[in-house]
């Protein structure tokens, strides 16, 4: 079936520095994909829709300047958690809308998730 | 605006057992309705979906009928295994495929 892949599933990283996670659809194209934030025992949030070849739109109470969505191609998106802190610490996953290809069911499509730990 | 509500967890039952987890929405327009399964340290997983009045989505023995008239898609199995422990969320989408809501998620545990 369609994939939805995110890199890395875990990481460790120093406050103060910067964390990429990539997510990508393995065997479909993705105009749009979407960032969430889960908190221990919580719910997911959604963060912010990724368009291709455009800007991200953040949802309210998301800051823009700190987590840096890029969405280059039709496959890709990257989530980056600049000057990261201790309260940037979550789970984070993306999914993907398959809009085409054999997955072209309007079905979305999530990622294993990201676990960020910021020491 | 849209909303998932479904009930607290955790839900702590014996292999055999009937799951009931209760799920109940508003929404503008039609929704379409999901639920989806998230395994210890993984992502989630649909299970199963609905994507109109009176449907019903199945998987893996699970079952979730919409109710339109109730505003629920309750999920149900009439046997469960320990391999069925995990958090199961509610979902439903109504402003196009992509942007989702989600319910609160409920944990199951299921013992030997």
């Known amino acids: 079936g369609a994939v939805v892949s995110q890199h890395p599933s875990r990481v460790i990283c120093k406050s103060g520095t910067s964390v990429k996670i990539e997510c990508r659809s393995l065997?479909?194209?993705?105009?749009?994909m979407f960032w969430y934030r889960q908190f221990p025992k919580q719910s997911l949030m959604l963060m912010a829709t990724s368009n291709e070849g455009s800007k991200a739109t953040y949802e309210q109470g998301v800051e823009k300047d700190k987590f840096l969505i890029n969405h280059a191609s039709l496959t890709l998106s990257t989530l980056t958690v600049t000057s990261a802190h201790p309260e940037d610490s979550s789970f984070y996953i993306c999914s993907a809308h398959a809009t085409s290809g054999r997955a072209g069911t309007g079905e979305l499509f999530f990622g294993e998730g990201s676990r960020l730990t910021v020491l | 605006g849209d909303s998932v509500t479904q009930m607290e967890g955790p839900v702590t039952l014996s292999e055999e057992a009937f799951l009931t987890i209760n799920c109940t929405y508003t929404a503008t327009g039609y929704p379409s309705l999901f639920w989806y399964v998230q395994y210890p340290g993984e992502g989630l997983q649909l299970l199963l979906k609905?994507?109109?009045?009176?449907d019903k989505g199945s998987n893996k023995g699970f079952e979730a009928t919409y109710r339109k008239e109730t505003t629920s898609f309750h999920l149900e199995k009439g046997s469960v295994q320990v391999s069925d422990s995990a958090v199961y969320f509610c979902a439903l989408t109504s402003l196009g495929w992509g942007k989702f809501q989600f319910g609160a998620g409920t944990q199951v545990v299921v013992t030997p």
């Open positions: 609905a994507t109109k009045a009176d």
């Open positions: 065997d479909f194209q993705a105009t749009t």
